[in-house]
T-cell receptor, first 112, second 114 residues
């Protein structure tokens, strides 16, 4: 079953705390993405990973970093979270060969 | 600047009615266009992908068109069901591979009432 799994689904943190969002996929997709979705806006690209240890900044990378040590896992890290990072974060993966794109169910992060 | 504009922002229809969602974009190049369905609190699920200069696709009660000359796409939903209640998102890809960027619209919120 083709799937992108995000953990946790819901997270509440205090300003200044570190945050780790995890994403896994079971399709051996080369490319993985982290997006955030805010009300009234389209999804915004934070980081894109083309394969293990091959990561590039997206449109809004400030305040975020990523890690991809295995093809099936892609982590998003917020060092010292800020209240304006309250959002829903989506992970996605895609296959270049098949031009397919799959999204996880999202992580709803609240930074107080 | 928003490069993908969707209209209407929200739409209420009665079960059984048909509806049309619009997507206009300024993304260049425009390699392909996808429509996604997003249920409340869930991830995005792909409905269809349009690729050709003037393209049409059909997926059950969902059908879509793309006109790259006009940079315009429509999503038609026939005989709506209550389960069609969701946000529908238009996404334009500027390349044919994952190396390209995806440009997301803000979505049209569709509500289907009995």
């Amino acid at each position: 079953d083709m799937k992108v799994t995000q953990m946790p689904r819901y997270l509440i943190k205090r300003m200044g705390e570190n945050v780790l969002l995890e994403c896994g996929q079971d399709m051996s997709h080369e490319t993985m993405y982290w997006y955030r979705q805010d009300p009234g806006l389209g999804l915004q690209l934070i980081y894109i990973s083309y394969d293990v240890d091959s990561n590039s900044e997206g449109d809004i990378p400030k305040g975020y970093r990523v890690s991809r040590k295995k093809r099936e896992h892609f982590s998003l890290i917020l060092d010292s979270a800020k209240t304006n990072q309250t959002s829903v974060y989506f992970c996605a993966s895609s296959s270049r060969a098949k031009n397919t794109l799959y999204f996880g169910a999202g992580t709803r992060l609240s930074v107080l | 600047k928003t490069q993908v504009e969707q209209s209407p922002q929200s739409l209420v229809v009665r079960q059984g009615e048909n509806c049309v969602l619009q997507c206009n974009y300024s993304v260049t190049p425009d390699n392909h266009l996808r429509w996604f369905k997003q249920d409340t609190g869930k991830g995005l699920v792909s409905l269809t992908v349009l690729v050709d200069q003037k393209d049409k696709t059909s997926n059950g009660r969902y059908s879509a068109t793309l006109d790259k000359d006009a940079k315009h796409s429509t999503l038609h939903i026939t005989a709506t069901l209550l389960d069609d209640t969701a946000t529908y998102i238009c996404v334009v890809g500027d390349r044919g591979s994952a190396l390209g960027r995806l440009h997301f619209g803000a979505g049209t919120q569709l509500i289907v009432i009995p």
